[in-house]
């Protein structure tokens, strides 16, 4: 609902409940009840060894919605799992997956149709497992060059355009890179100006925002904020700039989740690449922890 019809709605309702005294408003508690969600990635290391007991884990954590990523797509497999077979892990676990990392970038320098093979079966394993969205995670570094920015968009338009056919959304995850400047435009810049927003969605990174943005996480998703359907949450450590467990680092996301706005968010994850204190799954314990009882009032 967009702003205007808010405001209508809101004041035909109003009006409904003065003639109607027993007029239900519930809906105008407008607050969207959010799954806490971990980008399985924090737990490669667990996922490699025990997929199914590191997922059992998860959910007694109180995460109730992943991301995946590593897609097998000539065997159609997750985490050496058939994607039905997955989603039966996921169900047994009361978990569920709403995004996944797929490895699009691998097929850059390759024909098209190789690309559009490779779409098609991260859609049908996508679908399997009842994601909603397949997401760009990355991009190789010596590809990150101004000139591989101009050529980007057509090719997300593209995978867009094939992933919104089926029925699925598709968006860009963002590292660091994205934030360099060219002469006065960023290689975001050029992704959220030539993309059409239908068809390429945003997964903003908040850590890489913060670490590498000249602006705020609220401030980029102020430029169009009905694009910005995921959030990745992580903190930063306050000596080395990296990873680190929530609550141990830099960003205050106190001042970050209270102001940027929610108007597309769909999902959020929690993450955090490595720098663990202990292990991975002891850090997503200590995240879940800190996140639940601190921030989660935000979502």
Same mark, same amino acid.
């Not at 995978?159 to 660091?176: C, M, P, R, W």
């Given at each position: 609902?967009?702003?205007?019809?808010?405001?209508?709605?809101?004041?035909?309702?109003?009006?409904?409940?003065?003639?109607?005294?027993?007029?239900?408003?519930?809906?105008?508690?407008?607050?969207?009840?959010?799954?806490?969600?971990?980008?399985?990635?924090?737990?490669?290391?667990?996922?490699?060894?025990?997929?199914?007991?590191?997922?059992?884990?998860?959910?007694?954590?109180?995460?109730?919605?992943?991301?995946?990523?590593?897609?097998?797509?000539?065997?159609?497999?997750?985490?050496?799992?058939?994607?039905?077979?997955?989603?039966?892990?996921?169900?047994?676990?009361?978990?569920?997956?709403?995004?996944?990392?797929?490895?699009?970038?691998?097929?850059?320098?390759?024909?098209?149709?190789?690309?559009?093979?490779?779409?098609?079966?991260?859609? /049908?394993?996508?679908?399997?497992?009842?994601?909603?969205?397949?997401?760009?995670?990355?991009?190789?570094?010596?590809?990150?060059?101004?000139?591989?920015?101009?050529?980007?968009?057509?090719?997300?338009?593209?995978?867009?355009?094939?992933?919104?056919?089926?029925?699925?959304?598709?968006?860009?995850?963002?590292?660091?890179?994205?934030?360099?400047?060219?002469?006065?435009?960023?290689?975001?810049?050029?992704?959220?100006?030539?993309?059409?927003?239908?068809?390429?969605?945003?997964?903003?990174?908040?850590?890489?925002?913060?670490?590498?943005?000249?602006?705020?996480?609220? /401030?980029?998703?102020?430029?169009?904020?009905?694009?910005?359907?995921?959030?990745?949450?992580?903190?930063?450590?306050?000596?080395?700039?990296?990873?680190?467990?929530?609550?141990?680092?830099?960003?205050?996301?106190?001042?970050?989740?209270?102001?940027?706005?929610?108007?597309?968010?769909?999902?959020?994850?929690? /993450?955090?690449?490595?720098?663990?204190?202990?292990?991975?799954?002891?850090?997503?314990?200590?995240?879940?922890?800190?996140?639940?009882?601190?921030?989660?009032?935000?979502?």
């Amino acid at each position: 609902m967009n702003r205007r019809s808010f405001i209508q709605k809101s004041g035909s309702a109003v009006l409904s409940a003065a003639i109607i005294p027993n007029t239900d408003l519930s809906w105008m508690d407008m607050k969207k009840n959010y799954k806490m969600g971990l980008q399985l990635f924090t737990i490669r290391d667990a996922m490699a060894k025990d997929p199914a007991g590191s997922l059992k884990k998860v959910a007694g954590l109180g995460y109730q919605d992943l991301e995946t990523y590593g897609f097998d797509p000539e065997k159609g497999m997750y985490y050496g799992y058939k994607a039905a077979d997955f989603k039966k892990v996921l169900e047994d676990c009361g978990l569920t997956t709403s995004s996944g990392h797929y490895d699009l970038f691998s097929y850059w320098d390759k024909p098209a149709s190789e690309l559009e093979r490779y779409v098609d079966r991260s859609i /049908e394993g996508a679908k399997a497992i009842d994601q909603s969205y397949i997401t760009w995670p990355w991009m190789a570094p010596d590809a990150r060059t101004h000139e591989t920015f101009k050529k980007l968009p057509e090719v997300l338009n593209k995978i867009g355009e094939q992933v919104t056919k089926s029925g699925l959304g598709f968006a860009y995850h963002n590292h660091d890179f994205e934030f360099v400047d060219y002469g006065g435009e960023t290689g975001y810049d050029i992704i959220m100006r030539e993309t059409d927003p239908a068809l390429v969605k945003l997964q903003l990174d908040m850590y890489w925002a913060a670490h590498s943005s000249k602006l705020s996480s609220a /401030e980029l998703i102020a430029r169009q904020p009905e694009r910005f359907v995921m959030w990745h949450i992580k903190d930063m450590d306050k000596v080395t700039r990296d990873y680190t467990e929530l609550g141990n680092g830099s960003i205050d996301y106190h001042a970050v989740l209270s102001e940027a706005s929610q108007e597309g968010l769909e999902f959020y994850f929690l /993450e955090q690449g490595g720098n663990f204190a202990h292990n991975s799954m002891q850090s997503i314990t200590d995240s879940a922890a800190y996140f639940k009882k601190n921030l989660k009032k935000y979502l």
